[in-house]
């Protein structure tokens, strides 16, 4: 129940998210594309770490062409994986200042596994 409530957040930060980028239908497509067809990454191994060098960069969907410009993570920072499709992975970069809650897509090859788990979600074993 939990995990269905965050993905319907996560989702809703992604439609929020559209509405700010430079946006085309393309987009739009690819992500509802997206929503039917992502294989779920478990609570378990979700946590993840940016790697190499620079910025990664959101994307709206998950296409290159769907960048958001100026939302951006960078390595060493952590984030909450919920999903994979092609090559990016949807995920949630909370900030620790702010508390304020990021979400998109980021490509899978700026991302490492961390082996934490996403305790939000985490239920007893």
Do not use: E, Q, W
């Given at each position: 129940?939990?995990?269905s409530k965050i993905l319907l957040l996560v989702c809703l930060a992604f439609l929020a998210l559209a509405a700010r980028a430079e946006s085309t239908d393309?987009?739009?497509s690819v992500f509802e594309r997206a929503v039917q067809q992502q294989t779920l990454i478990s609570s378990y191994v979700a946590g993840r770490g940016v790697v190499g060098t620079?910025?990664?960069?959101f994307h709206t969907a998950?296409?290159?062409r769907c960048q958001l410009n100026n939302v951006f993570v960078i390595p060493g920072d952590r984030l909450e994986a919920f999903t994979e499709y092609g090559e990016f992975?949807?995920?949630i970069y909370w900030n620790a200042r702010t508390g304020a809650g990021t979400a998109g897509w980021v490509l899978a090859a700026r991302l490492a596994e961390t082996g934490a788990e996403i305790a939000s979600v985490m239920t007893p074993r």
């Open positions: 129940m939990r995990f393309a987009c739009l620079g910025r990664a960069y998950p296409d290159k992975i949807s995920v």
